[in-house]
């Protein structure tokens, strides 16, 4: 119960820490648990002295008494000190309380406290020592040896009461001390002796304690000093202020000063009130000991983060330090920095730039996939290896005008025709399908590109390159400026077709061209879509076949095509129509319509105009078996001549267009018939020319001329045309 005496001690020592000398080499530093810096030496009582190890033997040497276990060590003769601080200027030491104890025959044990610090540089400490009184009938006095100081304190109470952790008068009282005390004797007396108290107050104590570690809240009225569970304890902290000499700052600095200057480096002078002389501080920045030469130590304050603030870029100087803010932020780095740092602005910056590159890329690869993936599937890869161009989108869509509509020549049912101008100026015609659907499409351009890219035909429109990037393809023909056929006949009624021998001459190149499809080619191609719009008419009026998207590639040892039905109606082989089957006779059937076209000037799906409602193929047969012929003419007859290829023309068309498939010419026996008749009509035309002969009347006052050209057929040309017949007949049964 009475080891309230007891003062738990928890000093460190910050200069041990910092790890920095703090004796003179050689000495030793310690004694028992305490720290002995320099300027303090220590006498051991068992050992050999160290005369050189204190700034000042008298003064400063310490006796280390190893009597003790730990050994401990001594201020004067009885007070163990337990720290020294060289920072503070103070030594720690243990004093016995004063105390007064009574019973009921008064007072029976008395101790007087007497201290002295001795004559030179040591007080007690004003700011931290109080002198504390304990007990409830207690007046304790304190004064130095001199008598020229006296204070005391008096604490009066009449019940037990706790003290509650605060010294406020009620059993407990405080007082302070004054400064340059030196020595201090404590006595305590009581007047009534405790005889009302007794019970629960016997003893009164008196004791000079540091505020900064004494513990009121320990205290208890009943405490006896006698108890031998207290009987060591019964002690206080004192602390005890010391300089180096009994100099000002000033007299110690000037070089006529006998004892020196005590300060080493990088420290500075501090002059003690209390202690009337002056001790040494390290410089701010510096640790360590300033007593001894080196001993201050500059501070690396970037190593010490919690006790030297930096926002920014800490930088170690000698004696203190810098702290830049990061780039970009403003403020003092060792109060705090404002703004963002550049290191975040570029990290966001950067990872914004990232994900732009990121999603540019992505683009790129997709686009670039995508038009591979097109070219693929465009059949690229074959066509790699043929002679076409390749066009990249970009070409095409600046040829065109980004496919302007000023820009398109004609739509089908396939797609848009669009007019071109590349970069060397080339005019060119740009096929652009309809968006079908992927397979039919597919199919039906990889169709179209297998065939046009092999042909190679004066009277075969040339394609010239394609583009495969599109989802679409893009086709590129050479372009045919004069328009189709079809327009010629029955829209322009352009003079290029007023006369037979232009005719003729379109018919005979058609069907050069188809008969190149069917027999040249390799493999043969069946045109599908034989038609006067599929006709194209080049600047010196030249026939050009154009349009394989319906066209079929001939296998050899195969000779017809199951394919879906497709081709345009008024032309379509009937034969083909019932089976499904696309031959080459297919082809030879829509000729025969387009030699028809040719002949009568009528488009083949309409009805004549006089408001005869049979379609023109029967109108034309059927003119042609009443010898009627001539009426249906839609252009010049130059002669008699003239008439009579024009029959044998006819008959042709009728053999081209019998409804079974054997029963048709070749493409072939079409071309060099009419191959024959354009060496006849030249031959005439050259002798009609050369005997000065008028042209013949239009057709429609002339009939009776040409009636009569009919029968002229020489028989050697209808042999010809029933060898056709026969031909036939044997090849096909
Ligand atoms: C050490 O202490 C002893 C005994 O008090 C004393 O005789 C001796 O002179 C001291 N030595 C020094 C160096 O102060
Ligand atoms: C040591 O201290 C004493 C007493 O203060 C003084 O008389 C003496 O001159 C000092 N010695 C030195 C070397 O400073
Ligand atoms: C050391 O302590 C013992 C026991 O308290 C004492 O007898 C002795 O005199 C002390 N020695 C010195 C040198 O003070
Ligand atoms: C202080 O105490 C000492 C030792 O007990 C004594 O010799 C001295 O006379 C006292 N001084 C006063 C002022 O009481
Ligand atoms: C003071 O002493 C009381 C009672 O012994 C204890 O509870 C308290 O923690 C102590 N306070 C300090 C700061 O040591």
């Known amino acids: 119960m009475l080891s309230f005496w007891l003062v738990f001690l928890s000093f460190t020592s910050s200069l041990t820490a910092t790890g920095s000398p703090d004796a003179v080499s050689g000495c030793p530093d310690t004694c028992g648990n305490v720290h002995v810096p320099y300027p303090f030496g220590i006498n051991f009582t068992s050992e050999i002295s160290y005369p050189r190890c204190a700034l000042n033997n008298s003064e400063f040497m310490f006796i280390c008494n190893s009597t003790y276990n730990p050994p401990q060590l001594f201020f004067g003769e009885n007070m163990p000190i337990h720290h020294i601080s060289v920072e503070e200027g103070t030594i720690s030491v243990k004093i016995y309380a004063a105390y007064n104890c009574y019973n009921n025959r008064g007072l029976f044990a008395s101790f007087s406290q007497s201290i002295s610090l001795g004559n030179g540089l040591f007080r007690f400490s004003d700011s931290r020592n109080k002198l504390t009184v304990v007990g409830c009938d207690t007046l304790a006095l304190m004064e130095d040896a001199t008598e020229t100081f006296g204070s005391g304190c008096l604490s009066w109470c009449e019940t037990d009461m706790t003290l509650q952790g605060s010294c406020s008068g009620f059993g407990c009282c405080q007082t302070s001390i004054p400064k340059s005390l030196k020595t201090l004797n404590i006595s305590l007396s009581s007047s009534t002796k405790h005889s009302r108290v007794l019970q629960f107050n016997p003893c009164d104590f008196a004791f000079l304690s540091d505020e900064r570690t004494y513990n009121v809240s320990s205290l208890q009225l009943s405490y006896n000093p006698y108890s031998s569970a207290t009987e060591n304890f019964v002690t206080s902290d004192v602390v005890i202020e010391w300089v180096v000499r009994e100099e000002t700052c000033e007299v110690a600095r000037s070089s006529s000063n006998p004892n020196g200057y005590a300060c080493g480096d990088n420290s500075k002078c501090l002059y003690s009130v209390n202690g009337q002389g002056y001790r040494c501080l390290c410089n701010d920045g510096f640790t360590g000991n300033p007593y001894l030469p080196q001993g201050c130590q500059d501070i690396d304050e970037c190593k010490e983060p919690d006790k030297y603030k930096c926002d920014g870029t800490c930088k170690n100087t000698f004696g203190a330090y810098t702290c830049r803010c990061p780039l970009g932020m403003l403020g003092d780095g060792k109060v705090a920095c404002r703004g963002f740092r550049v290191t975040t602005i570029a990290a966001v910056i950067g990872a914004i730039l990232l994900i732009m590159v990121i999603a540019f890329l992505i683009i790129i690869i997709y686009k670039r996939r995508r038009k591979e993936r097109n070219f693929l599937e465009n059949g690229g890869m074959l066509l790699k290896h043929q002679r076409v161009r ?280 079409v071309a060099e018939e009419l191959g024959r008749l354009r060496k006849l009509n030249r031959s005439s035309w050259d002798h009609r020319q050369s005997s000065q002969e008028t042209e013949y009347l239009p057709a429609e006052s002339s009939y009776s001329t040409i009636e009569v050209g009919t029968s002229k057929m020489s028989q050697n040309e209808i042999l010809r045309l029933r060898t056709f017949d026969i031909e036939y007949s044997t090849d096909n049964i």
């Open 390 to 669: 390749i066009f990249s989108e970009a070409d095409l869509v600046k040829a065109t005008k980004n496919f302007d509509a000023s820009h398109l020549l004609g739509e089908g049912g396939f797609g848009y025709v669009y007019r071109g101008f590349l970069a060397d100026n080339t005019q060119v015609a740009v096929k652009k399908w309809k968006d079908l659907g992927k397979t039919l499409l597919n199919q039906e351009f990889q169709q179209e590109i297998g065939i046009v890219s092999q042909v190679n035909h004066k009277n075969v429109v040339k394609i010239i390159g394609l583009c495969l990037e599109t989802k679409v393809p893009l086709l590129v023909y050479e372009f045919i400026s004069n328009g189709t056929l079809f327009d010629h006949i029955h829209h322009k009624r352009s003079q290029i077709l007023a006369n037979w021998k232009n005719r003729l001459r379109i018919a005979a190149e058609s069907a050069l061209a188809l008969d190149y499809l069917h027999s040249l080619a390799d493999p043969p191609i069946i045109h599908g879509d034989v038609k006067s719009s599929n006709i194209l008419l080049d600047d010196s009026y030249t026939a050009k076949v154009s349009d394989f998207g319906a066209s079929v590639l001939i296998s050899p040892g195969q000779s017809t095509m199951a394919t879906k039905i497709q081709g345009t109606i008024g032309y379509l082989d009937p034969e083909y129509l019932m089976t499904g089957n696309l031959t080459e006779k297919s082809d030879v059937y829509s000729f025969g319509v387009v030699l028809v076209e040719l002949l009568t000037g009528e488009k083949p799906n309409s009805s004549r105009k006089t408001g005869d409602k049979r379609n023109i193929i029967q109108y034309f047969l059927s003119s042609l078996e009443n010898h009627t012929l001539h009426r249906i003419l839609r252009f010049n007859v130059a002669s008699e001549n003239e008439m009579e290829e024009i029959e044998v023309c006819a008959e042709l068309a009728k053999q081209c267009l019998r409804s079974s498939g054997i029963q048709r010419p070749t493409m072939k026996e």
